[in-house]
């Protein structure tokens, strides 16, 4: 009798690219990633989308009559439409009839149907979007957190993320006993705002992480870290400009090694060491982040995501299903396991 696939429900009607490149990523992931895929969307509008020619079964659709489009007011428009795309996606989670979500829509609509759908772990107060980044250590990535979901936070909330990075870092990612940092404008505790000196002390006395104290912009991709936590408002702004520095990278590289033979020559020699380089620095590579802190696995991924994307996203969030994310984060975070000051934050 054969192992029970993961299944991943993914809101095929969310992102830039949608539904297309969500359709295509999606099938690509069931054939290479050993999962089973759930299109939640506009049964016809998926199936024009589908150009299939592998041996392999089609991806089960689950109609859903309504989109939360961009520019909607989140909250409101997951209220007002009981039968948008991400909601029957979280059902389908919330039933047991999916392990994960995955969606390239309106970020804000996937964090408010997962809370209002999900609910949070016990003993978190704010779920938190982590992204991975790599670091200049080959195979050693840092996990980033929060990059979005709170603009303002409470030293609390912040001492939530470290250990539910922690937790997703060593067990997901594969890292030995995780390094958290708190990032910050200098390393002494005593720099920063008031809440970045409260945060660094609630860090210092949590026994259930490894903190080493905080982290200057310059240490995010050294390698020093395994796990970097911040507000959503400085998270974002830090992945975005991670982001928009890669591209330019790559950008630069192709620029400058293209014009004429010479040119030509040497990026056919370098060609292995131009893609690997792309692998490590391409945000492609991870698909998305996931939302920590809610009651099931949920990657909320780029609008601008294209087919590869969405494939990647499909494999962390099987990764998270299987390395059991929730399951650890209940049995690990333990609020009064530890001697904190949270009460007073």
Known sequence: MGITPTRIAIDAMGGDYAPSQIVEGAIQAQETHGVKVLLVGDPQKIKACINHKSNQPLPEI????????????PLTAIRRKSKAS??????????????????????GA???SALLR??????IDRPAIGAVLPTMVPK????????????????????QF??????????????TEPKVGLLNIGEEPSKGNDLSVRTHQILQENNQIKFIGNAEGRDVLSGSFDVIVCDGFAGNVLLKFAEAVGDAVLQMMKEELTPGLSGK?????????????????????????????VGGICIISHGSSKAIAISNAIRSARD???????ERINSNYVPENHKSIVSNQ
Do not use: W
């Open 62 to 73: 689950v109609p859903a009559e309504e989109i939360v489009e961009m520019h909607e007011e």
């Open 86 to 107: 991400i909601n029957v996606a979280m059902n389908l989670v919330k039933q047991k009839e999916a392990d994960a979500v995955v969606s390239a829509g309106h970020s």
């Open 110 to 112: 996937a964090m408010a």
């Open 118 to 123: 999900l609910g949070r772990l016990s003993g």
């Open 140 to 159: 050693k990535p840092v996990l980033i957190l929060d990059v979005g979901a709170n603009v303002d936070c409470r030293p609390k909330f912040l001492e």
């Open 162 to 175: 470290a250990v539910m990075g922690t937790i997703y870092s060593e067990y997901v990612l594969g890292t």
């Open 265 to 293: 020559i040497g990026t056919a020699i370098l060609r292995p060491n131009l893609k690997r380089m792309k692998q490590r620095i391409d945000h492609v590579e991870h698909g998305g982040g996931l939302l920590l802190g």
């Open 320 to 326: 998270a299903v299987e390395n059991k994310v929730i």
